[in-house]
């Protein structure tokens, strides 16, 4: 299969396709509530596109409850954070009279500072391993799909900043306010450690204004580079200077504010803000009080914030052409809304997702999976088993393994490739298409691969896909059109023809023969006698075959 022939299965914003209901139809739908069924199929949409994968437990959880309580579940983040990651990276190449050389394996190291730079790069490895770890692991809520959907769009790269508790703190904020208020996450991004070392913000000074964060939180945070007008150079200039006399005290890593170094002139800004000018001030609390007037400056442009955040909110999770239908029945009005609710998140998420153009048929199976969401989705659905959380050392090996090979697919978590995020979400016109080419769509077979065949071992611990074990919890596994049409069910989000199913059949579950029973007699032998190694391995093997060869198809990519 070529890249050419993987788009071919992707339906195009607006184009007329057959539906699995029949017939032909146009995306024209609005933020109505949906109505329609309320099927396994439905919820896996909502399930993969919020969440990492579509377990089948999860599956059967939401079908216990309505469309609605189901996205109200969801969007119910706890307030409280995961425990922190914690040390299971050897002492090797670490001064020992650094800190982190006392801190035990298993024991976390978010509370104590650093110097040592193999410890700091062990660190943010540690970070980045805990951070996918959480997703394989999350919970059954957006959180951890809206910390990913805010760190492509505050992108900031760890391999700039390379200070393992920065990252940290920066996933704590992100996921914080993962459903909360915008406007708040904003001015907490602003002084955060990682985005004031990234961006050079802690080396803004007065006379010497850095303008790097002045110019992306009106450009790519908040406003974005499409408004006609928009924000100037010298409003770039003017916000760079309200931001001087931020710090970082690398000692004790925290952020305080310096009144020495921030610029007490006022600031004057271009017709775009209204001529509005902010005062300049002095003492302690002179960095806050700038920063509170140029966020509400910025956001006194309610049109352009909302309708900003809202695209980007519809980029991620539904499909990444916006058509003037689409633009009329679903941007404007959810941008109004967010403008309403005074930049909450959460209602807008709401309505979204309980939209009958959330759940229109061109909404799903149109998005190509991101790495992350292929490789996490893949160990979830699978439900592979990983080693225990006391198996430190382990543990960080075998999810330091999915991190690195959505790293070598060009989604490296925790060090977008720049300020603006992975292209996937804002280069036109491929957007999504960019995680397929001719490097990434092999590794991403030879993942799948890799984890349904041998799988992978270090030091003696193992990932692997068992075939078996996800047959076994389908409801009619003996019934080889059941199995396959229920694996289907969970793994894809295109459906196949029923021949081709035939075929598969035949040639995978009843190794060439024509009659059912070649598969029930064997799955029904193995249920009878599981421990018996022929029996086992015969179905495994019919398994093992089937799955890869799911996987290996192009739908497999589409979300």
Request: with cysteine.
């Amino acid at each position: 299969m070529d890249r050419r022939e993987f788009f071919a299965l992707k339906p195009k914003a607006n184009t007329p396709v057959e539906t699995p209901f029949g017939g032909l139809r146009q995306i024209n739908t609005g933020l109505d509530p949906y109505t329609g069924p309320w099927t396994a199929n439905e919820v896996v949409h909502l399930l993969k596109r919020t969440m990492f994968g579509a377990k089948r437990s999860d599956v059967q959880y939401f079908s216990g409850m309505s469309m609605s309580a189901a996205v109200d579940s969801l969007l119910n983040v706890p307030v409280g954070m995961p425990a922190p990651p914690v040390k299971g990276y050897t002492n090797e190449d670490i001064n020992p009279a650094d800190p982190d050389y006392a801190i035990p394996i298993g024991a976390t190291w978010v509370n104590t500072h650093t110097d040592d730079r193999q410890a700091n790069y062990n660190r943010i490895i540690s970070w980045k391993s805990w951070w996918t770890g959480l997703m394989v692991n999350q919970q059954r809520n957006i959180g951890e799909k809206m910390t990913l959907f805010w760190h492509n769009h505050f992108a900031t790269e760890a391999n700039t900043y390379q200070v393992g508790i920065y990252g940290f703190r920066h996933y704590q904020l992100l996921r914080t306010h993962a459903v909360g208020n915008f406007k708040t996450l904003v001015r907490g991004v602003t002084i955060d450690l990682a985005m004031l070392h990234y961006l050079n913000g802690y080396l803004s000074i007065k006379g010497s204004p850095d303008e790097n964060y002045a110019r992306e939180l009106q450009e790519l945070f908040t406003l974005g580079k499409e408004n006609n007008p928009n924000y100037t150079e010298p409003d770039v200039i003017a916000a760079a200077r309200v931001l001087t006399g931020w710090r970082i005290n690398t000692d004790t890593d925290t952020v305080y504010f310096d009144p020495t170094r921030h610029d007490t002139d006022t600031k004057t800004f271009s017709s775009f803000y209204g001529g509005t000018t902010i005062a300049g001030r002095s003492g302690p609390t002179a960095g806050d009080e700038e920063l509170d007037d140029l966020l509400n400056m910025i956001f006194n442009k309610r049109v352009e914030v909302s309708e900003f955040i809202v695209r980007k909110l519809y980029r991620f999770f539904v499909y990444y052409t916006i058509d003037a239908n689409t633009e009329t029945n679903v941007i404007k009005p959810l941008a109004q809304l967010f403008r309403d609710s005074n930049w909450e998140m959460k209602p807008v998420l709401e309505r979204l997702f309980k939209s009958e153009h959330f759940f229109d048929v061109l909404s799903q199976g149109c998005l190509i999976k991101s790495p992350l969401e292929l490789l996490v989705g893949l160990c979830r659905e699978f439900e592979v088993v990983f080693p225990a959380a006391t198996d430190h050392e382990n543990l960080h090996n075998m999810l330091d393994f999915v991190r690195y090979q959505a790293m070598d697919m060009q989604e490296n978590l925790g060090d977008p490739p720049g300020v603006s995020g992975w292209p996937a979400y804002y280069q036109i016109p491929q957007y999504h298409e960019n995680w397929i080419n001719s490097d990434t769509l092999p590794r991403r077979n030879i993942f799948s691969d890799m984890l349904i065949g041998n799988g992978y071992m270090r030091n003696g611990a193992l990932l692997q896909i068992d075939p078996v074990a996800f047959a076994n919890t389908l409801p009619n596994a003996v019934n080889p059109d059941a199995l396959i049409n229920d694996s289907l069910a969970i793994l894809f989000r295109v459906p196949i023809s029923d021949a081709s199913k035939a075929v598969i059949k035949s040639a995978l579950l009843l190794t060439g023969q024509q009659q059912d029973y070649y598969w029930s007699n064997s799955w029904n032998a193995y249920k009878t006698d599981p421990t018996n190694m022929v029996k086992y391995e015969t179905v495994y093997l019919r398994l093992q075959a089937l799955y890869k060869y799911f996987m290996n198809l192009a739908e497999y990519q589409l979300a």
